[in-house]
T-cell receptor, first 113, second 115 residues
Framework: SQTIHQWPATLVQPVGSPLSLECTVEGTSNPNLYWYRQAAGRGLQLLFYSVGIGQISSEVPQNLSASRPQDRQFILSSKKLLLSDSGFYLC????????????FGPGTRLTVT | AQSVAQPEDQVNVAEGNPLTVKCTYSVSGNPYLFWYVQYPNRGLQFLLKYITGDNLVKGSYGFEAEFNKSQTSFHLKKPSALVSDSALYFCAVRDRDQAGTALIFGKGTTLSVSS
């Protein structure tokens, strides 16, 4: 079966510091991968999605970037964090064969101080 | 443009009573529709989907949803609510005729089941 991992689970970082969140998927090949941010326990904002290695689509201009160095690895980064980057970051995957539901990881709670 | 509306921020029901969480959608073509549940500080869990076929879809934990094309709705239902069903519920849509793979999520509805 497929599993999705995210780390770290929680992170407290000062303003201006760099960020690296990692997401990996097991048990599937060539998944579509997604990064979402959830503010205040409510709506989801799609940040990035990727349909293959090195292929990144950005949905919202912001202080963040994403990379996909391997088929099942998706990384969310920032060079300098802002207070507004605080939130709950969720990684998700879906198959690209026609099954369009997405499966989510456990999330990373980021607090920028 | 695609969109999803969940008109209720919160739904309150007593344990054992039926529950309904409402969702309406807007897509230019035919929709794929989904429901997810989220418990505090956890990721979203997939509950069920409508792709094609029977308008009544059954999913995990006794939940079901009915696709109504004329009303562009996809309401989530359960015949008998449990306290453990208390959580945040998201409806999502994708236009099957459009390129791209992103789902559009509603803002979520908090379900509170009292004992």
């Amino acid at each position: 079966s497929q599993t999705i991992h995210q780390w770290p689970a929680t992170l407290v970082q000062p303003v201006g510091s760099p960020l690296s969140l990692e997401c990996t998927v097991e048990g599937t090949s060539n998944p579509n991968l997604y990064w979402y941010r959830q503010a205040a326990g409510r709506g989801l904002q799609l940040l990035f999605y990727s349909v293959g290695i090195g292929q990144i689509s950005s949905e919202v201009p912001q202080n963040l970037s994403a990379s996909r160095p391997q088929d099942r690895q998706f990384i969310l980064s920032s060079k300098k964090l802002l207070l507004s980057d605080s939130g709950f970051y969720l990684c998700a995957w879906s198959g690209n064969s026609g099954r369009y539901e997405q499966y989510f990881g456990p999330g990373t709670r980021l607090t920028v101080t | 443009a695609q969109s999803v509306a969940q008109p209720e921020d919160q739904v309150n029901v007593a344990e054992g009573n039926p529950l309904t969480v409402k969702c309406t959608y807007s897509v230019s073509g035919n929709p794929y529709l989904f429901w997810y549940v989220q418990y505090p500080n956890r990721g979203l869990q997939f509950l069920l989907k409508y792709i094609t076929g029977d308008n009544l879809v059954k999913g995990s934990y006794g939940f079901e949803a009915e696709f109504n094309k004329s009303q562009t709705s996809f309401h989530l239902k359960k015949p008998s609510a449990l306290v453990s069903d208390s959580a945040l519920y998201f409806c999502a849509v994708r236009d099957r005729d459009q390129a791209g793979t992103a789902l559009i999520f509603g803002k979520g509805t908090t379900l509170s089941v009292s004992s």
